[in-house]
């Protein structure tokens, strides 16, 4: 099951437009019972699991703001902003 979006063809964490590669994430994890998921990017899924434990995305739950207050994830979606919808980086965890 989907969580609902504005526009199912943009990324949950960015909202820039999904390109050819899209991947499903639960905003609360499978581990913690987490069953909806949002479709996001490749490169924002990777960022937001190298910044938050599964105990931490399980507190936040489907709130994206409590994750754009994070310096990381917002200092992220400000860089890859103008990228385009394919676009692939590494992507550097909070260790």
Wanted: charged residues 25%; aromatic residues 6%.
């Amino acid at each position: 099951m989907t969580a609902m979006l504005d526009d199912p063809l943009t990324c949950w964490l960015c909202h820039r437009p999904l390109g050819r590669r899209v991947q499903q994430h639960h905003p609360v994890p499978k581990a913690k019972k987490g069953r909806n998921t949002v479709p996001v990017h490749p490169i924002c899924h990777k960022t937001i699991h190298a910044n938050f434990t599964n105990a931490e995305l399980a507190r936040v739950g489907a709130d994206r703001a409590v994750l754009l207050e994070n310096d990381a994830i917002a200092k992220f979606v400000a860089w890859v902003k103008d990228k385009p919808p394919d676009f692939h980086a590494p992507t550097r965890s909070k260790a």
